[in-house]
């Protein structure tokens, strides 16, 4: 599996910008896929954003679509959600995940720890 550490989160007020990060040492970065998901207390976790290995191909929840940006470094192996116009719904506790090219959570056998988002109104 792949170890990845997610940071950037925080607390922002609704209207804001943050980026998250996640980052692997592993120098098998680049063969996997990279997704983004979210889970607030009480519900499913859900897709957020994901991309491609190369970074040519990226996919969007419809909740996030024009808002939220996925991006990767494979020389530096990091990949980033900027998140922008942020909303109170955004708030959850935000993965990383490596895997294969897909919506599905269990196309991601590798997961980070998670960090925190809180968007206040």
């Known amino acids: 599996q792949v170890q990845l550490v997610e940071s950037g989160g925080g607390l922002v007020q609704a209207g804001g910008s943050l980026r998250l990060s996640c980052t692997s040492s592993d120098p098998t970065f680049s063969n996997y896929a990279m997704g983004w998901f979210r889970q607030d207390p009480g519900k499913e976790r859900e897709i957020v954003a994901t991309?491609?290995?190369?970074?040519?191909?990226?996919f969007y929840a419809d909740s996030v679509k024009g808002r939220f940006t996925v991006s990767r470094d494979n020389a530096k192996k990091f990949t980033y959600l900027q998140m922008n116009s942020l909303k109170p719904d955004d708030t959850a506790v935000y993965y990383c995940?490596?895997?294969?090219?897909?919506?599905?959570?269990?196309?991601?056998?590798?997961w980070g720890q998670g960090t925190q988002v809180t968007v206040s109104s």
């Open positions: 995940a490596a895997g294969s090219y897909s919506v599905r959570q269990q196309d991601f056998p590798s």
């Open positions: 991309i491609s290995r190369s970074g040519s191909m990226t």
